[in-house]
């Protein structure tokens, strides 16, 4: 029976992600909602980033693990959005074997540090031991496993609250924060202006918020819809990386667009 002395580097992705965002280089991620881990391997090849949304969609466990194992195989970096800060909604992601976590609809500064203390084992933060897959079943545990998880696991939280909005030059001095991502769209209804992303409210907030990232050496995400001039228009003003529309929108709109052209020449 073989060993393996010299373990696979499971963080190469997020290593990958993280160096190119250092070099300037704006990262482009799709979002998985299906599934079905075929989505991610076959979106993997596409994107800088794959970003898996347990926000908002009923992504069970067992499809979790099954699409970060494709996008591993991939050598993709992975974010999974989750819609709390706690160790019981982060432990089990992180477990799993993704590179990083998204925290929506935070709202405080204890918040932030919450999600940052939970994500880094100690001393730097107060995660919980059982890493089964990023270790490699424990073939790569102790000191240097915790070490490298601390050092690279990516760590934001989306600006989408008029209460994160007030406290955003805090919230990105943050220790180990390593990116903000804004939510233009319920940033907007946060701020009375729902729907209306291009509103000057809702712009000078979203200026605010990147300036106040920049000033503090924090990456700025987005999430946004699959709308190419939106995105080039965002990275134009700042924006270091993006969750680019999602699995089911490339498909609805690339056939709409198919059966329309069809249409129109019969």
Partial sequence: MGSQS???????????????LAAGIPQIGAAVTFNDPLVSDA???SVDLLWYDLEHTALDPAALNAHLLAARGKLTATIVRVADVHPSVLKPVLDAGASGVVAAQVRTVDEVQQLVRNCMYPPDGQRGAGPRVPSNFGRA???????AA???????VMIETAEALDAIEQIVRVPRLDSIVLGPYDLSGAIDQLGRVDSPAVTGA????????????????MGMPANADF??????RGVNWVQFGSDYEYMIQHLDADVAAI????
């Fill in 206 to 221: 979203i200026d605010r918020v990147i300036a106040a990232a920049k000033s503090a050496n924090v990456h700025v995400g």
């Fill in 150 to 156: 601390n050092e690279t696991i990516f760590t934001s």
């Fill in 141 to 147: 545990g102790g000191d240097a496993y915790t070490k």
């Fill in 43 to 45: 979106l993997a090849d």
């Fill in 231 to 236: 995105a080039a228009a965002m990275i134009a």
């Fill in 6 to 20: 010299s373990p696979p580097d499971l963080f190469h992705g997020m290593r990958h992600f993280r160096a190119r």
């Fill in 263 to 266: 249409r129109s020449r019969s």
